[in-house]
């Protein structure tokens, strides 16, 4: 057994024993349904070393035409005009000869033409891919690198193709590729390759998907587990803040009810002293039953 394999097995057990571990109720599993079930895949995923990869970029700079050189086949649709793929779009294809098993790619549509309504679903999409291929055709614009920037804070695996660059000079590409570099943020170690589909010669053609198989019989375990782990991550913080939530209702519901009888005992207590012994013991009560409330120890 290889030591990506061991690593692929030990983290697939960790994660498989932190789920079953994790109790919860009929209602957290209800509202908690589709970040559950995203979760389970990644996990078979993780076993079967099926790792996902999206291309991401605004309209215009070719996705879906890389994307096609990746499968290498044109399945993805391509037009003269800009944002010719209007909804997300996958196939999943073997690797042979290659640790990672198989590919599940994702065509995605220009994040600068997707609706309101589609922007929660653009979230999921990117959130749930173990490798982003962000393409441009040229120095990033104000959106690019925004979108870029939110990625990188989102802690997701990326590579930038610069694409269409036999419209520059190979002085006019470095220049983009180190503008680019810049405006990253220090010490953000992301890949920056450059291609284009006019090039005749046969091995620049294969160039994205050399690049891609190569990167993934290296660190394509790491990808998948990474990602496995935020997704992991995610849910753990979701069923805190749930529980929280509810937590925060029943106490602010407990905190009424002791207000209110310690509100009626000062009413029918004329003596001072016995107010106070009366409020501390309630104080007291409230304070032991919040405790309990939140797991915390007297």
């Not at 394999?5 to 509202?31: A, G, H, R, V």
């Not at 990188?152 to 006019?172: A, C, F, M, P, V």
Request: charged letters at 25%; hydrophobic letters at 40%; aromatic letters at 8%.
């Amino acid at each position: 057994m290889n030591s990506h394999q061991l690593k692929i097995d030990e983290s697939y057990l960790l994660f498989q024993n932190w789920w079953k571990s994790t109790e919860l109720t009929n209602y957290e599993k209800c509202i908690l349904n589709n970040k559950i079930i995203t979760f389970n895949q990644q996990l078979i995923r993780l076993k079967e070393k099926i790792i996902r990869i999206g291309v991401c970029g605004k309209t215009g700079v070719g996705k879906s035409s890389i994307s096609n050189k990746i499968l290498q086949e044109k399945y993805f649709h391509t037009g003269i005009l800009n944002g010719s793929t209007k909804n997300t779009q996958s196939k999943e294809f073997a690797l042979k000869n290659n640790f990672i098993k198989s590919v599940e790619l994702f065509d995605l549509p220009g994040f600068d033409i997707c609706q309101t309504n589609d922007k929660k679903f653009e979230i999921e999409n990117l959130t749930n891919l173990d490798l982003i291929l962000f393409v441009t055709s040229g120095d990033l614009n104000r959106q690019e690198l925004d979108k870029l920037l939110w990625l990188i804070k989102l802690g997701k695996n990326i590579t930038i193709i610069i694409n269409k660059i036999d419209i520059w000079s190979r002085e006019e590409t470095s220049i983009i590729k180190n503008n680019i570099r810049e405006k990253l943020p220090i010490n953000c170690k992301i890949p920056i390759i450059t291609y284009s589909i006019k090039d005749n010669n046969l091995c620049d053609k294969n160039k994205i998907f050399n690049y891609l198989n190569i990167t993934l019989n290296r660190i394509g375990y790491s990808l998948i587990i990474y990602n496995t782990y935020q997704l992991a991550n995610n849910l753990a913080y979701n069923i805190k803040e749930k529980r929280l939530i509810k937590r925060k209702k029943k106490a602010q519901s407990l905190i009424g009810k002791f207000a209110t009888i310690k509100a009626s005992s000062v009413a029918l207590n004329p003596m001072i002293f016995i107010d106070i012994a009366g409020s501390a013991t309630l104080d007291t009560l409230l304070i032991n039953e919040l405790s309990k409330l939140y797991g915390l120890k007297m």
